[in-house]
């Protein structure tokens, strides 16, 4: 069975190229482009693990994140935080808000997969 | 030949009669100060003649004297090379044409000391001592010359109107000193607030342009991450596709890329430590393991140009009060330099601890045996894109800011980073933190880490 992946991205371009890379790896990726759209997504969707960008309109992916895990039907779903590099506090305000892990922009893309795969696994057992 | 020629010396005389310079505000200031103040000098003098019954022409004369002298005095200061000339040269006519006057009353005691009193406040207030000496100087000379050609008799004491009107002298001409400096120095006050509103703004415009600069690279960076990410993409689906020549130019986007985010991110770095704004997350680390972790990221990177590389640390180096993140970053900058700068030599991490101006200081050192430096290029590693110079820029790779930031952060840290090169043979960097965090380190106390304490150290506990 192939993992359901939500990305949470409002740049189109990065959108497109991080979904196309993921689903040559396999992946089945489905998309929400705003914080509010995310926290709908999770629940309608049902997806195996989020990818979620931190600056988003309507609610930034902190408010989404903290949505989610406030959830009890979707607190166990994994979030690895896409972060901007300089703003070293995102990371840690990222952590705070519940997410899983997080990985700096622009992302490595075999260190990203080696997370994504830790954490399905980790949510299979 | 109809030589119309002016003669020198008189052409030179008519500039000065109509040189019309902006008036220095302190001659403006004496001029108001001696038209009435010399009028009332008339007075005063006039009275002691008459007491003593001087002549009407000797009234004339003094009353023709007071009255066309403060406008003489300001058309020669107003002339004069600077403010400080003009004063000295009126306030020493100023007590000439007093001694004069003082000789001629007989030196009546009154309007001598209150006309000697005013002038002297006067060029003690301009000039100082100096002025006050020339004044004291001019008044004697002038007073003793005119007793010995008037033949005026001393007669000192003052009558009841002589001393009414040099109390009225002594009390104006004073008084106009006093509410002059009072209101220089309310001027004085008055500067100061406008200079720290002005830095106030300052500080704000300082604040706004951090804001616009985080701002803007996160949006140069969106775009960024869309190229690398899109070429890289690009490159795993030629690779899959046995497409080589495609890779390498792919490879080459994705490397200038690369190339751009990171100096983006060093010139956000280096501006946010600029404007102050840059905390430090104070932990107390053992700088041991700090070492071995730092070796561990190091060690495929020495790999990459066959170089050897050591690390080794003194005996008793223990704990360190530091921003452990900062500094690791401060030490894998630098043996990311050493690496890249030197091939099939050696690169070595050493740790050890001394003690200097009054405080334990733990020394990184970060040598190698690579290209070098010379002493002009030494001059510029630590300043913001002086790249030891352009060519090696383009050979070697780098934003030509690491070295910089990595000294401000040690700065911040209350330590520096210091550095000894010979061209040819290798270059040597120390990192010096102090073991313990001083009680309130800014960036504006951070001041540099002794370098001369090389010497007579050893005994700090070498392995």
């Known amino acids: 069975m192939t993992a359901k992946l939500l990305l949470v991205e409002d740049n189109e371009l990065n959108r497109d190229m991080l979904s196309r890379r993921l689903a040559r ?19 309608k969707l049902a997806p195996d693990l989020i990818l979620m960008d931190m600056s988003l309109p309507v609610i930034d992916g902190w408010e989404a994140t903290r949505r989610i895990k406030a959830d009890q039907g979707l607190r166990t779903i994994p979030v690895i935080a896409l972060t901007a590099h300089a703003m070293q506090g995102d990371a840690n305000r990222a952590l705070a808000a519940g997410c899983d892990e997080f990985e700096t922009k622009p992302v490595e893309f075999e260190r990203l997969l080696a997370k994504i795969e830790q954490l399905l696994a980790a949510r299979a057992r | 030949m109809t030589a119309v020629a002016v003669p020198e010396s008189e052409a030179r005389w008519r500039d000065w009669l109509r040189r019309k310079d902006p008036v220095h505000p302190t ?95 006067g060029a003690l207030s301009v000039g100082g001592w100096r002025f006050a000496l020339y004044g004291l100087l001019a008044f004697t000379v002038a007073a003793a010359a005119t007793h010995v050609v008037s033949g005026v008799p001393i007669a000192s004491s003052s009558t009841v109107a002589e001393t009414a009107l040099s109390i009225g002298v002594l009390f104006i001409y004073t008084s106009m000193f006093g509410v002059h400096s009072y209101l220089q120095s309310r001027r004085m006050v008055a500067a100061r607030h406008a200079l720290l509103a002005q830095n106030r703004i300052a500080e704000e415009a300082n604040r706004a342009k951090s804001r616009f600069l985080a ?106 009060e530091c921003d452990g993140v900062r500094l690791k970053q401060v030490l894998l900058n630098l043996l990311a330099n050493a690496a890249k700068f030197t091939r ?49 820029g383009r050979e070697y790779g780098g934003t030509g800011l690491g070295l910089v ?59």
């Not at chain 1, 992946?27 to 629940?43: K, N, S």
């Not at chain 2, 001629?104 to 309007?111: A, C, E, M, V």
């Not at chain 2, 050493?350 to 290029?377: N, P």
């Open chain 1, 25 to 43: 790896r396999g992946y089945e990726v489905v998309f929400a482009q705003d914080g509010q759209a995310a926290v709908d997504a999770a629940a």
């Open chain 2, 27 to 121: 001659v403006l200031l004496d001029y108001r100060l001696r038209v009435p103040t010399w009028i009332l000098g008339a007075l005063m003098f006039a009275s002691a003649l008459i007491a003593r019954g001087s002549g009407w022409h000797m009234l004339t004369l003094t009353f023709a004297t007071c009255i066309a002298w403060p406008h003489l005095a300001w058309f020669v200061a107003s002339r004069s090379r600077n403010s400080k000339a003009a004063e000295l040269r009126n306030l020493v006519l100023d007590l000439v044409l007093i001694g004069m006057l003082s000789a001629l009353t007989g030196f009546s005691l009154w309007p001598t000391i209150a006309s000697f009193l005013c002038i002297n406040a």
């Open chain 2, 215 to 320: 701002n803007m690279s996160h949006e140069l960076r969106t775009p960024l991450n869309a190229i690398i990410g899109y070429s890289e993409m690009l490159e795993e689906q030629a690779a899959d596709e046995h497409r080589s020549d495609l890779v390498a130019d792919l490879q080459r986007i994705r490397g200038a890329g690369r190339h751009l985010l990171g100096l983006i991110n060093d010139v956000l770095d280096l501006s946010k430590i600029e404007a102050g704004r840059t905390e430090l997350v104070w932990e107390t680390v053992d700088s041991r393991t700090l070492l071995d972790e730092v070796a561990d990221t190091a060690r495929p990177l020495m790999r990459k140009n066959a170089n050897a590389f050591t690390v080794d640390c003194a005996r008793g180096v223990g704990l360190i």
């Open chain 2, 344 to 392: 099939e030599g050696r690169v070595r991490l050493r740790l050890r601890q001394e003690r200097a101006a009054g405080r334990d200081w733990q020394l990184f050192e970060i040598s190698d045996t690579g290209i070098g430096m010379t002493a002009e290029q030494m001059g510029r590693v630590f300043q913001a894109f002086g790249q030891a110079d352009a060519q090696i």
């Open chain 2, 405 to 463: 930031i990595s000294r401000r952060l040690c700065q911040l840290m209350g330590g520096d980073v210091t550095m000894a090169s010979t061209w040819g043979k290798g270059s040597t960097f120390t990192v010096r933190i102090p073991v313990e965090r001083r009680a309130e380190p800014s960036p504006g106390d951070a001041e540099p880490a002794p370098g001369d304490a090389e010497t007579g150290s050893a005994q700090a506990g070498h392995a």
